[in-house]
C-alpha cells in the first residue's frame, strides 16, 4: 500500500510517498513564493500529476492521497478556508485534486487532526486514547483526540484554542486591546507583545528597540538572558502557555498534551516552567496524571497524519469489503 501525503501551510508545500509503515519513499517541499488563490491550486494538482506520473513510470502505484490543510476543511461541501492564503476562504481543494487523481481516493484534513493522528501512529501519542496536539506557529490550534477519535466538532472547526479568552483585554499592558490565547502566546502573538512592552517603555534601550515590525520570533528567544523586554515577553508568554494548557487538561483530562509548530523548537527549554504554570491552574487530579511533550514527528508530523489519514480510509473499505 502506497500513499500520496501532501502537508500545505501558509508558506509551504510538503510531500511524501509514504507506505502503510510509515516509511517514506519520496519527499520534498516547495515554497509558495507568494502564490495566492487558483496559483496556490494548480500548483498543488500540476504536483500532483507529475508525481502520479513519475511513480506510474517506475511501476509504483499510489492507492490514496492524504492533504492536511492548514485552515478548516469542510467534508460536507468538499471545501477549504486557509486563512493565509488570499482566495482560499471556500476553495474546492478536493474536486480540483480528483480532477487530476482520476479513481484514487483523495482524503482532506485540517493540519491540527493531522498533527494529532500523525503522533498517535508514529510519534509521542502512540497507545494514546485521550491526548493533545497543541500547534504554537502563526497562531495557535489543537488537535484533540478523545476516547480514540478526533474531535471536529459540528462545522469540522474544533480545536480552535486559539480563540480561548485567558485574561481582560489591558490585562496584559495598559494598553492591550486584545485578550485571545493566540493574541500574545503565539509566534505572531510574541512579537506583538514584544512590541507593546517596548512601546510602553520608554526607558528601554534594548536591542529590540529599533526591530519593531521587523522584529523576528527567534530573536526574542535568542535574547531572553540578556534583554529585560525578551525576558518579560517569554514570562508572559509561559504563563499564557500554562493557562491555556491548563483549560485543556481540566477539560478533556488527557493522558498526553504535545506541544508542536514553529515556535517548539526554540521555547522547548521552557518546558519544566510550563508545566509548573500548568500547575497553578488546573483540576488537580487530571494535573497529577498527564505528560507535556514535544512532538516527535516535528515538521513531519502533518505529512505522517495526512498519509495515515489515507491509510486509515483505505483500511476501512478492506473491512466494509
Partial sequence: MLVLSLDLGGTKLAYTVMDENGTQFHNGKILLEGRQGTQVGRLITELIDSLLTELSQANKK???????????????????????????????????????????????????????????????????????????????????????????????????????????????????????????????????LANLLIANSPQYKGILKEKKESLRTIEIFENFDTDEVASKTLQICIELWGMGIANLVSIFNPEKIILGGGVFGPATRFLPDIKASVSKWAQPYSNRNYSLEISALGKDAGVYGAAYSAIRYLNSKKDVQ
Avoid at 72 to 100: C, D, F, R, S
Avoid at 106 to 134: M, P
Wanted: net charge negative; with cysteine.
Fill in 62 to 192: 499510489i492507492d490514496a492521497i492524504g492533504v492536511s490543510v492548514a485552515g478548516i476543511v469542510w467534508h460536507v461541501n468538499k471545501t477549504v478556508w486557509v486563512p493565509k492564503i488570499n482566495g482560499w476562504e471556500n476553495y474546492p481543494l478536493q474536486q480540483e485534486i480528483e480532477a487530476v487523481a482520476g479513481d484514487i481516493p483523495v482524503i482532506l484534513e485540517s493540519d491540527r487532526t493531522c498533527y494529532i493522528l500523525g503522533e498517535r501512529w508514529k510519534g509521542a501519542a502512540q497507545n494514546c486514547h485521550n491526548a493533545i496536539f497543541l500547534a504554537v506557529g502563526t497562531g495557535i490550534g489543537a488537535g484533540i483526540l478523545v476516547n480514540g477519535g478526533v474531535l471536529k466538532g459540528t462545522q469540522d472547526i474544533g480545536g480552535a484554542v486559539g480563540w480561548m479568552v485567558l485574561h481582560k483585554p489591558n490585562q496584559i499592558a495598559g494598553d492591550s486591546p486584545t485578550c485571545f490565547f493566540e493574541d500574545y502566546a503565539s509566534g505572531t502573538g510574541l512579537k506583538a
